[in-house]
């Protein structure tokens, strides 16, 4: 039954998005899914309950052998930054049990979604000793997401926030880029990006984590350095919610959906390699 129903949908639908159909192929699908709901549950949701259990059990489990093989020599192994190579690594490993990340797509303090972790890996975190795991397969990837999320309590404790809304991209036009150029300077991101960009600004060298080590801001006209992508919804979702325990502050409180597109059409402008 069940894979009558998942094959019918797959046939409606297209990465996710609805494709229109007839009433009639709708009625079709929907009859095997009200036979469903309509069978007997109690036995049926314990075993699914028991088979989601297990099956997150043994994520978790593989993602611990994965993380002990790969990662535990900078995060250590209780997932608080203190590996044996840490104390060589600049800037230092980041603290998972606190549950703050530096890319995320909700609202800044918030966890990262599951999605987020997953990006994270697979791009790893340019300017950092980071490097993004594609060696690894998409499973694997998602096991080590299901174990680092066992460091903090926060992801058991907390509602996941929802995730940010882009709204519709503003195309780079020369006044958007000029809007964008005056924000750079009112926000006052030049102290630390410096007046181009390049990450020299006159605060640059004095600049901390939230666990008190010292930190640099990235050379925004160079692409790679943008952590987290440089496409233009990764730089608005940079600015609009900050880059998690740096001083890289959120600014969606502080700018409009519009103001946050000229900025980062403006950032896209300085972009030169």
């Not at 009433?23 to 007997?40: D, E, G, H, Q």
């Not at 049926?44 to 093989?69: C, D, F």
């Not at 104390?87 to 703050?100: A, E, L, S």
């Not at 600004?201 to 692409?223: C, E, K, N, R």
Request: a positive charge.
């Amino acid at each position: 039954m069940g894979d009558r129903l998942r094959d019918c949908f797959r046939r409606e639908f297209d990465r996710g998005e609805f494709v229109k159909v007839s009433s009639m192929k709708l009625r079709i699908c929907l009859i095997p899914l009200a036979i469903l709901f309509l069978w007997p549950q109690v036995g049926v949701q314990a075993q699914a309950s028991v088979t989601i259990s297990m099956a997150n059990r043994e994520s978790v489990g593989a993602g611990k052998r994965l993380y002990r093989r790969k990662c535990v020599y900078c995060h250590g192994t209780n997932g608080n930054g203190d590996g044996s190579v840490a104390r060589y690594v600049f800037p230092k490993p980041r603290d998972f049990t606190q549950g703050v990340f530096k890319i995320r797509s909700t609202p800044t303090g918030g966890l990262p979604t599951d999605n987020d972790l997953f990006q994270t890996l697979n791009r790893g975190l340019p300017g950092t000793t980071m490097p993004g795991w594609l060696n690894l397969s998409d499973k694997q990837r998602w096991q080590l997401v299901a174990y680092i999320k066992t460091f903090s309590p926060r992801f058991q404790e907390e509602d996941l926030p929802e995730p940010i809304r882009f709204g519709t991209p503003k195309l780079p036009y020369p006044e958007s880029v000029m809007n964008g150029r005056r924000l750079f300077v009112e926000a006052e991101c030049w102290k630390c990006h410096g007046t181009l960009g390049r990450g020299d600004g006159p605060s640059s060298h004095t600049l901390i984590d939230d666990w008190g080590y010292p930190i640099v801001p990235a050379d925004l006209t160079v692409s790679r350095n943008w952590r987290g992508g440089n496409r233009a919804q990764d730089i608005f979702r940079s600015i609009a919610v900050g880059i998690g325990g740096t001083s890289m502050p959120g600014w969606m409180d502080a700018l409009s959906e519009d103001q946050i597109w000229d900025l980062t059409n403006y950032l896209l402008s300085i972009i030169r390699g």
